[in-house]
């Protein structure tokens, strides 16, 4: 059974950096694109970021450029989100997510369609 498991969340205050992880289990995910999106309430997810297998290739959501930071340790299977500067409008549930369909891309898609396995989410919280 694949799983993918956030952790890191919590509550911070505006300025403050919190790192999100994302560890896969079940199947490997080395060679596949990796993302990162977020949801609130009555709102649609929406794209943060993401990550080609190798990382070398990027695309970030313009709200957070700058600002987050996505890397992956392959060997490890998780994806993870250094998010500095955080302002009180990033407050969300984070989700990770997979795009089991892509092997060995070089381009990272933004939309929510493109990822066939998501994670269950972790709150973080910013306040002003």
């Known amino acids: 059974q694949v799983q993918l498991v956030e952790s890191g969340g919590g509550l911070v205050q505006a300025g403050g950096s919190l790192r999100l992880s994302c560890a896969a289990s079940g199947r490997t995910f080395s060679r596949n694109n990796m993302g990162w999106f977020r949801q609130t309430p009555g709102k649609e997810r929406e794209f943060v970021v993401a990550?080609?297998?190798?990382?070398?290739?990027?695309s970030y959501a313009d709200s957070v450029k700058g600002r987050f930071t996505i890397s992956r340790d392959n060997a490890k299977n998780t994806v993870y989100l250094q998010m500095n500067n955080l302002k009180p409008e990033d407050t969300a549930v984070y989700y990770c997510?997979?795009?089991?369909?892509?092997?060995?891309?070089?381009?990272?898609?933004?939309?929510?369609?493109?990822?066939?396995?998501w994670g269950q989410g972790t709150q973080v919280t910013v306040s002003s």
């Open positions: 997510a997979a795009d089991a369909k892509s092997f060995g891309s070089y381009t990272v898609p933004t939309e929510l369609t493109a990822y066939d396995y």
């Open positions: 990550a080609t297998w190798s990382g070398g290739s990027t």
